[in-house]
């Protein structure tokens, strides 16, 4: 499975800006998908994730503000972010997950955003 993220970039603090993530290969089965983030000097952490089921989870620092949606038809999935914050700058990974427990993960590339105070 190949994961190709875009739209990453710089934005200031209050706008919004917007993440796609295609996914290719083996996209057969029942996956979701989802972004993860690192910040320099941090761990990867959760951001959100749509369910193969359409129902979606977000993690409390983006929830209300970042908005996940799913195209199953062409395998995309976006991040609609919305009144960034600086605290959001980081390294924006896709990710494509098997399993209920999520124990098979494929990673997208990557895509920097930086919000500027």
């Known amino acids: 499975v190949q994961l190709q993220a875009s739209g990453g970039g710089l934005v200031q603090a209050g706008g919004s800006l917007s993440l796609s993530c295609v996914a290719s290969?083996?996209?057969?089965?029942?996956?979701?998908m989802g972004w993860f983030r690192q910040a320099p000097g941090k761990e990867r952490e959760f951001v959100g994730r749509?369910?193969?089921?359409?129902?979606?989870t977000y993690s409390n620092a983006v929830k209300g503000r970042f908005t996940i949606s799913r195209d199953h038809a062409k395998n995309t999935v976006t991040l609609q972010m919305n009144n960034v914050r600086p605290e959001d700058t980081a390294v924006y990974y896709c990710?494509?997950?098997w399993g209920a427990g999520f124990q098979t993960t494929y990673w997208g590339q990557g895509t920097l955003v930086t919000v500027s105070s």
């Open positions: 990710a494509a997950q």
């Open positions: 290969g083996r996209t057969d089965g029942r996956f979701h």
């Open positions: 749509v369910h193969w089921s359409g129902s979606t």
